[in-house]
């Protein structure tokens, strides 16, 4: 029998247990057994299956003791090779655990592809997928994992399915927290963040017991900078510089904006900053952005179109997009985490920077995603997830970048504003901000909630019954969007 029909077959095997347990897994053997050997099931230990290169066996009772510490594996990902006995593979890297949820939605689709080939993580990097999904999508997730196997990755070397984040996150050394409900019709914010905000604490909790203790974990389910600190707060465990929220889509539409108005190619324009939520109140930084090395502004002289139309058009790109495709962007999204996991495991080029969100105990540095904000060098609230500068030096870690400057529209739209004294005002700046530079500990520019920083308090509050922070109390006092919504 092929490999093909094998892979068939197990996967039938599979299904007809669905109903009965929580998860599909896989197993890999980083070890060097030539011999291609069966594979365990967790829920049903006396099935597995296993294939050599031209003859297959029959399922293998496993013993209880055999289960210890393993998964189980979807068709063709079941089979265990010994790496060092080839030529060509010899030279790779340990294998790498990838868990992602939302495994079967648009996004996935095309960010699964990606990760297995290679583009992502390296040529040399073989790559384990654990892809979480639910009852809902159980189905069609073997169908994502059977375009896997077809695909014929030569890195990809383990497949596992399950609807238990437990099983599916352990040891996981990076987590794409993809799946969160959609925002439907009428539905009012605060209904998302309370819906999305519990698969996300959940999530949180088993990430704290199941995955790698310095696990780097992107969130891109909307709202995805709260739905990060909610993650972030039910582990622990984690160190909370390590949760992202992705403002990634957001800085690369940023570029490309500034680019067609400057009638440059987009890999000129640098040093874009998101700063806040991954919603309509986020503000693309055309102030501390370059083009050919060169401040937008003087590269673009029409100051009214930077205030006015391109921060619009960044803010609603999305939904734009909606209008047109009839579906938010998938594409450009899968392509923006990829981006946004490369600038962690890659040097930030010297003066560059990226975009993240981010929790504020962070070192200063530079990048754009949303990062946690306790000690963030900005003036920034505290303990929420908001987009800022940052840098890596390609290890996984980051920090704030340090020589971003701010003027009034700036400081206006992020809102609640400490200048330290290695910061400064370029410009006009209002006698507000200089008095902060007089020993104000903190500039406040009213409560005008569509800045992204009240915006994200607020969500803060209305969330505190998912963080440990009491009750929960939604004070949001404006409906604000996500991108994709208008
Ligand atoms: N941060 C960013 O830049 C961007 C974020 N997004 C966000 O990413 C998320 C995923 O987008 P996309 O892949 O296009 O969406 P899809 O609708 O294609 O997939 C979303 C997945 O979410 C899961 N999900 C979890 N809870 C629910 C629920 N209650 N009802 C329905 N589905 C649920 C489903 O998987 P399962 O059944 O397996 O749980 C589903 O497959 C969305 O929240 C979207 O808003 C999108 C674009 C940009
Ligand atoms: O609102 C959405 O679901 C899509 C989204 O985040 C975006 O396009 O930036």
Known sequence: MAVAELSTSCTKTHSSQLSLSSSYSSRFSHHFRRSFRPLPTTRNPTISCSVASDQVQTPIPVQAQDLKG???????????????????????????????????????????????????????????????????????LEGVAMELEDSLFPLLREVSIGINPYEVFQDAEWVLLIGAKPRGPGMERADLLDINGQIFAEQGKALNASASPNVKVIVVGNPCNTNALICMKNAPNIPAKNFHALTRLDENRAKCQLALKAGVFYDQVSNMTIWGNHSTT??????????????????????????????????????????????????????????????????????????????????????SRSVYTNGNPYGIAEDIVFSMPCRSKGDGDYELVKD???????????????????????????SEIREGFQGLPQLNFGLDMSFSEAELLAEKRCVAHLTGEGIGFCDLPEDTMLPGEM
């Open 70 to 140: 393993k998964s189980e594996c979807y068709g063709v990902f079941c089979l265990t090779y010994d790496l060092q006995a080839e030529e060509e593979t010899k030279s790779w890297k340990k294998l790498i655990n990838i868990a992602v949820s939302g495994a079967a939605g648009m996004i996935s689709n095309h960010l699964l592809f990606k990760i297995a080939s290679g583009e992502v993580f390296g040529p040399n990097q073989p790559v384990a997928l654990k892809l979480l999904g639910s009852e809902r999508s159980i189905q069609a």
């Open 282 to 367: 986020q503000v693309p930084d055309f102030l501390n952005a370059r083009i050919k090395g060169l401040p937008v502004k003087e590269v673009i002289k029409d100051h009214k179109w930077l205030e006015e139309e391109f921060t619009e058009k960044v803010q609603k790109r999305g939904g734009v997009l909606i209008k047109k495709w009839g579906r938010s962007s998938a594409a450009s999204t899968a392509v923006s985490i990829v981006d946004a996991i490369r600038s962690l495991i890659t040097p930030t080029p010297e003066g560059d920077w990226f975009s993240s969100g981010v929790n504020n105990l962070l070192k200063l540095v530079v990048y």
């Open 404 to 430: 971003v400057i701010f003027d009034d529209y700036l400081l206006k739209r992020i809102k609640k504003v400490y200048m330290p004294v290695s910061f400064w005002c370029k410009g006009d700046c209002s």
